[in-house]
């Protein structure tokens, strides 16, 4: 029987992963966990430290578990404003995973990467599968890195590793987590409650985002999807939509006509400047059939209407 667990449940994505693997899968057989006290969570919660080995080997022990979700991670502003922290979580806590699933106590891995990989040298537009790769930030300095050493696992030693390379994800249910595409997710919570935002990007940079119902339907087919239609071991790239400020302000205000934006670039805007605009993801396409379902017209419809 799967037995799934997922670390790091209490970010941006992993509330919303647990709640969809356990329509999938049933409640009983997804664990969540996360460094933080849980006491209102529904179905089985762990707090924990993936850093801390032992207690993690315990965890898997204890609820029998073969298939593990690794999404604890410091993102890219907040890694920037502490660099030794942001590539010692990033970094050990897959090593901690690679080693349990080389070792065979668990069969699966799932390990999220980002856009945060590609740099300054990287085409902007329709960026490829496989281009220069020149990360100018802690956090995209370590995604690379664990982009290759996921495939050199998968290589040396057969440990069934996947993973995405996510845009900017937004989502309703729960609060930005400090990554540099989190004014998407902030600017709906601001534009309901006091009709105005203040922007830390410049009105015209455009970066690649995505829906996160989107996101979770993504991760979860190219987990079920089967091995011999996968070519990339490193991260797939992975595309939905891509828009600026001033779009996604422009869609907002067809809903609230009064709201205001205004632009105050600060040091997020050097890690902005450095990403793709838009993303080729045709590989992801064509092995597991992947297809976005939403785009600006419907992530902003269905931002405001959940939020109000």
């Not at 966990?33 to 006491?39: A, H, L, P, Y």
């Not at 890219?76 to 660099?83: C, D, G, H, L, R």
């Amino acid at each position: 029987m799967k037995k799934i667990l997922v670390i790091g449940s209490k970010g941006q994505i992993g509330g919303e992963l647990v709640e969809e693997l356990r329509k999938v899968y049933g409640q009983e057989n997804v664990i969540s966990s996360d460094i933080k006290e849980d006491n209102n969570t529904n179905g089985i919660y762990e707090k924990l430290d993936v850093l801390n080995k032992e207690d993690l080997f315990s965890v898997i022990k204890k609820h029998a578990v073969n298939e593990i979700y690794l999404l604890a991670a410091l993102l890219s502003a907040t890694a920037e404003k502490n660099p030794a922290f942001g590539w010692k979580l990033n970094m050990e806590s897959l090593f901690n995973i690679l080693d349990l699933a080389k070792e065979k106590q668990i069969t699966k891995v799932y390990w999220p990467s980002s856009i945060a990989v590609f740099g300054p040298t990287t085409p902007k537009i329709n960026t490829p599968q496989y281009t220069i790769m020149e990360p100018s930030t802690v956090y995209g300095i370590s995604k690379l890195a664990g982009e290759r050493w996921c495939e050199y696992y998968y290589n040396k030693y057969n440990v069934d590793v996947r993973s995405l390379r996510y845009p900017g994800l937004i989502g309703w249910k729960s609060m930005p987590g400090g990554g540099t595409t989190d004014y998407a997710v902030d600017i709906f919570h601001q534009a309901i409650k006091t009709k105005q935002y203040e922007c830390f990007l410049s009105e015209n940079t455009t970066l690649p985002m995505m829906y996160m119902e989107d996101a979770i339907r993504a991760t979860i087919e190219l987990m079920q999807a089967n091995p011999t239609c996968l070519s990339i071991r490193s991260s797939y790239n992975l595309a939905g939509m891509s828009f600026n400020p001033k779009e996604i302000s422009t869609e907002i205000k067809k809903f609230i006509p009064d709201f205001n934006i205004i632009y105050k670039p600060d040091y997020r805007q050097q890690i902005a400047d450095s990403w793709p605009q838009s993303i080729d993801d045709k590989e992801a396409k064509n092995d597991w059939n992947w297809k976005p379902n939403y785009n600006l017209e419907k992530l902003t419809q269905t931002m405001i209407k959940n939020l109000s």
